[in-house]
C-alpha cells in the first residue's frame, strides 16, 4: 500500500469543486471534524494478491533481447580483460623463453677467459669478438640492449661501450636470479643510473636477466632489454585470438537459444491467450447463471408469491365481509409478509443479474442500487455522463465494486448523504463513492476483519480481478471516499 495521493487529479480533502468536473474527496454534505486519512491502494494488499500485468510480446522480446545484449557485453568484457592478461603473461613468457635459449646457446659459448685478462689488449680483443656475436645474433628490432655483470655489480660487456667497466649495486631480484639461478623479468626502471643510456630512445623496456657460467666456471649475470613494443603486439594478437574465439561462441550460443527463447515466448503467450479465453469463458458461464438464476426465481417463486399474495389478500377481505376481524387482521398480517418476502426477492435479482445493466446502462444500474439507501432515507446523488460508453466487463466490474462499497455504506456508514460519480479522466474510467458515515480504520479491517466486515476484501479482489485500481481515504468518524480506477 501506498500512503501517498495518486496524482491522478485528486482534490484537496476538504471540499470543493475538482478540476475537469472530479467531485470534491470530502464527504458530500456537511462532513465531520475529523480529518480524512491518506489515499490508499487496497489492490495490492494483503497476501494473495499479487498485482499481475498482461503479457506484452515486444516488452518481453525486448527484455530477452536486452538482457542477452548485457549478458554478452558481460562476458565480451570479462573475456577481454582475462585474455589481455592472460596474453600479457604469455609475452612475458616468450621473452623469458629466447633469453634463456639465447643465454644458453649464444651469450655462454662466446665467454672466454680473455675477457677477465688483465691485459688490455687481450681483454680488448675479446670483447670485440663478443661484441661481434652479439650484434649479429642477439641484438635486434625487438633486443635492443645486452649487458653482462659480475655479481659485484661491474659490467664486463655491454653493447654500450661507455658501459663496460662501470660498477652498480646489483638490486635484489637480480641477486635472487644469481643465487637461485633462475630466469627473471621486469619492467625497466628508467631512471636507475645503469640504464642512463637507455632513456635517450624514450620507450619503456623489459629486463629479462639469467645467469650464465663462463669457460673457467665464473659465474655472471646475462641480461637482455626488450622494447616492450614487442610484448605490447604480442598481447593484442593473442587477446584478439583469445577474444575472437570467446565472443564468436557466445554468439553462436546466443543464435542457437534464439528458436528456443522464441518458442518459450510463444508458448507463454498462448498460455496467456487460453487463460483469457478461460476466464471469458468462465465468467461467461457466470453470467448466464446468474441470468438462468434470475429467470426461474423471476417466473417461478416470484410469480407463486406474487399469486399468493393477492389469495391472500382476497381471502382478508372476505374476512372482514364476514365480520370475522380477527381472521382478517391475521390474513392481512401474512399478505404483507408475503409482499415483504416478494420485495426482497426483488432485490436479489437486481444483485444477482441487473437487468438495468444490460438494458439502460450504468446510470439506472447504479440508480437502482442505491434505492435501499434511499428507502433508509439517506440523501443520494448519482452523475453518469450521458455519453460515458465502456465495454461490458469494465461495466460489470463497475457494478460489482459499486455494489459493494454501497452495501458496506448501509450497513456500517450511518450516512446522511451519499454520492455517485463515474467520468472520463485522463485516459482512465474513475467512479467516486463518498459518503458522510462514521468511516473506519483501514488498517484494523484488513488485517484483523471482524465477522461480518470481509467487504473491503472482496472489493479489492473484484477490482484486482479485473485489472483496476481501488483506493479509499478514511477515518474514524471522517466519511469514507472510495476510488476504483480503469485504464480505458
Known sequence: MTDAEPGRGTEPAGGGSASEGRVSSGPPTGGSAAEPGPWVSVTGAGPGRPSEQPLHWGRLVGGVVVLALLVFVGVAAASAVTARRAAGREAVNDALAI??????????????????????????AAIARLDTTVRERLLSDTIVRVKLWKPDGTIVYADEPQLIGMRFALDDEETQALDDRVTKAEISDLSAPENQFERSNNRKL???????????????????????????????????????????????????????????VARVRRSQRDREAYLARAVQASDDERRRIAATLHDGAVQELVGSAFLVAGAADRARAAHDDTTAAQLDLAAGSVRSSIGGLRSLLVDIYPPSLRNAGLRSALTDLTAPLRAQSVAVEVEVPDELQLPPEKEELVFRVAQECLRNTMKHADAESVRVTLDDHQGRTVLDMMDDGVGFDLDTVMKRPQEGHFGVRLIADQASAGGAELLVRTAPGAGTHWRLEISR
Open 206 to 264: 623489459l629486463e629479462v636477466y639469467r645467469p650464465v657460467w663462463a669457460a673457467d666456471g665464473q659465474t655472471l649475470l646475462f641480461e637482455t632489454y626488450s622494447a616492450y613494443d614487442a610484448v605490447t603486439a604480442r598481447t593484442g594478437d593473442l587477446t584478439r585470438g583469445f577474444g575472437g574465439i570467446t565472443l564468436t561462441s557466445l554468439l553462436l550460443m546466443l543464435v542457437a537459444q534464439a528458436p528456443l527463447t522464441w518458442a518459450l
Open 99 to 124: 633469453t634463456d635459449v639465447l643465454g644458453e646457446s649464444v651469450m655462454q659459448p662466446a665467454i672466454t677467459g680473455d675477457l677477465f685478462s688483465t691485459d688490455t689488449a687481450t681483454r680488448q
